[in-house]
């Protein structure tokens, strides 16, 4: 099974969510295969019968840094492999099925990731965003020229996680223009 019968069924299942994106960049490290934006930021990286698990504890340790929660959408091929790797928040789906019909079947689901990284949420902000956030909050002054990292460090040392949370989700749901 290929990763865009996987996707294509995914994606289906996804529909309902106000904002999907595809390939979303998680802090210039990795790229998120599907990642699905309400209330909640969930993504869902795909294992399929192609791929390889080597790059999945990379992928596991960044994406654990922003998301809501997480899953692996992954076939039978790699499923005790990647039981190996995740943490036990993590979501773990499996597809099977033929390729016009994949058929996906959580036998874990996905629980809060219990420890967010303010300053990687921080990162997905482009830099208009956290001079916006900064602008709005007084927090503003002798930022303006400097560079996103220095707005991402002082968002991320007063506003707090919550607010900065909600701050990330509105600027990604508002945003034009992904790529």
Known sequence: MLDADIRRSLLQRLAAH???IEEMGVCGQVRCDVVALSEEMVGYEIKSDADTLRRL???VEWY??????AHVVTTERHLEGVRGVVPEWWGVMVASGPA????LQPPREARA????DTRSLADLLWRPEALAALEVRGLARGYRSKTFSAMADRLTEH???AELRSLVHTALMSRQGWR
């Open 18 to 20: 106000p904002l999907i």
């Open 159 to 161: 506003v707090p996680p």
């Open 57 to 59: 504890p990379r992928q």
């Open 64 to 69: 654990s840094r922003v998301l809501d929660r």
């Open 113 to 116: 990731n219990p420890s967010l």
């Open 100 to 103: 016009g019909d994949v058929r």
